[in-house]
């Protein structure tokens, strides 16, 4: 028999949580850093100098040697610098462990190596980290022993952000202060900020190791760039919900485990659509700890499945032919008093403040499409979005036939006098519970949808950090709250001007209501007479960034200068075209090194076979029509290698960076999908004993 876990033991046992510092510090320490934790501002040194002395005691304690500025560089993912506790002997040669406030509140990693997009020159070295005191601290264990892990931001010697934390917070800080305006307008003075509050849903594959390790496309590129598809795939819809695996449920059990050591609070755990895909889900937090707690997850889960003899994948197509990851995220925004200010009630037609909030949102993701859909843009979600598995690189809000309803009064009438209602969902059978049924449906093909008192934002990669589209959800809607509450302020007629507002907002945003298939034909000729933006890549999407608009909106609220925008769209070029780089150099070298030679050999086998029959008096045609087929494609194979070849070294010349990523989109790309077809085609000819790399088949069934 298992051992029994205790989950609320083991909770949150290597994060320094709130609860723990409450413990170690004197009170008028604790409560000076509450205050700064909830208010702002800064610890004093002699403050922040006992802080640190208990959390590395506490560290300590629980076996850490070494602390880390823990921060989210714009690679997308984290970075960190070991430094020990140790310090100099003392007289007597023994070892002191110290670690001072200064050592806790900033450091200096290198800021002239991670990407910068030209604000920091190679020579131009120096960059802080900071501690984000809103995000515990937390232990790592792993081969390196154990880490103490400071959430910080990084920023450069000149103050620029080079990093996802730093205008995550400042868009938070944005949200809250304008949240708080519209709020107020309705009589809740209780309030000291709202928050934006986070779920993001993470999709990830799991493959056999061994089997990783034999694809040098998975180890470099993180997809197959090579593959025919198996008999079977996802058709059967068989896999979705399906019961787990052993192997995969082990894993799954030591997951949580860790998560939740981390204080990560893990809650749903399923089988996804393709074969050997699956999802984890926590529970909402605010934003800034839920992203930093999806970059553990991506983490740990990649950690946990090293130990289960697995590779964890989360490129959002690792496999062409089944469906990709992407990562659901769940956003809404709450009072510290209580109240959610999307939660419509049981009639939102005479809930006034949340068809305000609701009018905003309109208006915010209408206004700003472009960047919303940027701020889902990454190389692998190009492969997912408009895929029938995922939703259209169209921005559009699915409101549910409620709210449709609602919205749809106001604007032609100027009144909404009722709501639909949900009723009874009957069953038809006596021993179960008629249901309270909700008041509308989902829809899985919208971008954007209203889920009850939240937003999810479907477009997301399931490698991407989440930072990029929180930051952008709580710029736009901070914008459309601001401009709300400068006109309501003044008001002399307030009940009468919001019901204007409202009126005026809906119907000139209703247009990016949209409750319908976003999947089919008909919709995507729709947005177009509609005036919606359909950006079908991330490189196209890139320079939404930089438009007058964005720019007015992100200084406007302290989110983003020009330079830092401006640096922003740099790298993602930057990004686009060594990525694609990449995947050329390995498809070339997988063509060269691996497939083209086996399928040689192979040819030379049937050419040995035919000549064979042939002299044995007996009929060598099926033999000589197969070698003849494989040959073609051989040769045709061959061909796509060279063009590839050819552009990818045209797409290394070139020295402007946009110009060079719409040139590895337009050209390289599109000879890397010419070499893959008739490769793939060959994989289906080939003996399967002869084919140098595991197959489709063998990667996502045999798990």
Known sequence: MSEVLNVEEIFAGKVFTLGKMKERLPRNVFKELKRVMDQGGELSLATADVVAKAMKDWAVENGATHYTHWFQPLTGITAEKHDAFVTHPDAEGRMLLEF?????????????????????ATFEARGYTVWDITSPAFLKEDATGVILCIPTAFCSYK?????????????????????????????????????????????????????????DDLIFAGRTLFGAPAPKGQELEDHYFGTIRERIGSYMKDLNIELWRLGVTAKTQHNEVAPAQHELAPIYETANIAVDHNQLVMETMKKVAGRHGMTCLLHEKPFAGVNGSGK?????????????????????????????VLACIMKAVDTHA??????????????????????????????????????????ETGEADHSIQGGKLQTGVSTLTDLDKDATDRNRTSPFAFTGNKFEFRMVGSSDSIADPNITLNAIVAEAF????????????????????????????????????????????????????????????????????????????????????????????ETYSKTINIEALTMIEMAKKQILPAVIRYTRTLADTVIAVKEAGADASVQAEVLDEISVKLAESKRALTVLEEKTAKASAISEEKEKAFFFKDEVFTAMA????????????????????????ELIFEV
């Open 328 to 356: 659901h995220n769940n956003w809404s925004l709450g009072t510290d008093n209580g109240v959610n200010m999307l939660d419509p009630g049981d009639t939102p037609n005479e809930n006034i403040q949340f068809l305000l």
């Open 674 to 697: 010419a070499l893959r077809a008739p490769v793939d085609e060959l994989e289906t000819m080939v003996d399967r004993n002869v084919w140098p790399i595991p197959t489709y088949g």
């Open 370 to 411: 472009d960047l919303l859909r940027q701020s889902a843009s990454d190389v692998g979600n190009d492969h997912r979005l408009g895929a029938n598995e995922a939703p259209p690189a169209i921005i559009s809000m699915f409101l549910g036939e409620q709210l449709e309803d609602v919205v749809k009064q106001l604007v």
């Open 159 to 215: 103050g620029e952000a080079l990093d996802k934390k730093t205008p995550l917070l400042r868009s938070m800080e944005a949200v809250s202060e304008q949240a708080l305006r519209i709020v107020r307008l309705f009589g809740n003075t209780g309030a000291t900020k709202v928050m934006a509050s986070v779920g993001p849903e993470q999709e990830y594959f799991l493959v056999d190791r061994e089997k990783y390790l034999k694809r």
């Open 482 to 573: 601001c401009e709300a509450a400068d006109l309501l302020e003044k008001a002399e007629d307030f009940e009468m001007a919001v019901h204007d507002l409202i009126k005026e907002y809906m119907t000139k945003h209703r247009r990016i209501v949209f409750n319908g298939n976003g999947y089919s034909e008909e919709w995507v000729a729709e947005a177009a007479r509609r005036g919606l933006p359909n950006i079908r890549s991330m490189v196209e999407a890139s320079s939404a960034l930089t438009t007058e608009k964005a720019i007015k909106l992100f200084e406007k609220f302290g989110i983003f200068t020009k330079a830092e925008l401006e640096s922003r769209e740099e790298i993602l070029y």
């Open 100 to 120: 001072s406030g200064k050592e806790l509140i900033k450091g200096e990693p290198d800021a002239s190596s991670f990407p910068s997009g030209g604000l920091r």
